[in-house]
Nanobody
Framework: QVQLVESGGGLVQVGGSLRLSCAAS????????MGWFRQAPGKEREFVAV????????RYADSVKGRFTISRDNAKNTVYLQMNSLKPEDTAVYYC??????????????WGQGTQVTVSS
């Protein structure tokens, strides 16, 4: 079992920045690829970014490429999502997820409870 707890969400103005964190406990963190997904009201959960187990590779949704950066610290069992140049359409609940395979579909074994990000104009 892996437990995931997100933090760092909040209210920010257009163009602002936030850094989300996801702390993992349980089985060996470095064994898992870590993904970030988001879900806006009335919409399906969508892929944001994923980072491989060793942190050697990452992938982003086109909508966030160049603005968001995913990183991980295996010593701290934590994955981060740095979000810059935020737009109103980034408003959503953000979830981190863990799986041995670095997927872009929401088919991960473990999920956090989510953290709300609201971008106001």
């Amino acid at each position: 079992q892996v437990q995931l707890v997100e933090s760092g969400g909040g209210l920010v103005q257009v163009g602002g920045s936030l850094r989300l964190s996801c702390a993992a406990s349980g089985r060996t963190f470095s064994y898992y690829a870590m993904g970030w997904f988001r879900q806006a009201p009335g919409k399906e959960r969508e892929f944001v970014a994923v980072i491989k187990r060793g942190g050697g590779g990452s992938r982003y949704a086109d909508s966030v490429k160049g603005r968001f950066t995913i990183s991980r610290d295996n010593a701290k069992n934590t994955v981060y999502l740095q979000m810059n140049s935020l737009k109103p359409e980034d408003t959503a609940v953000y979830y981190c997820a863990a799986d041995p395979v670095p997927r872009s579909r929401p088919e991960y074994h473990y999920w956090g409870q989510g953290t709300q990000v609201t971008v106001s104009s």
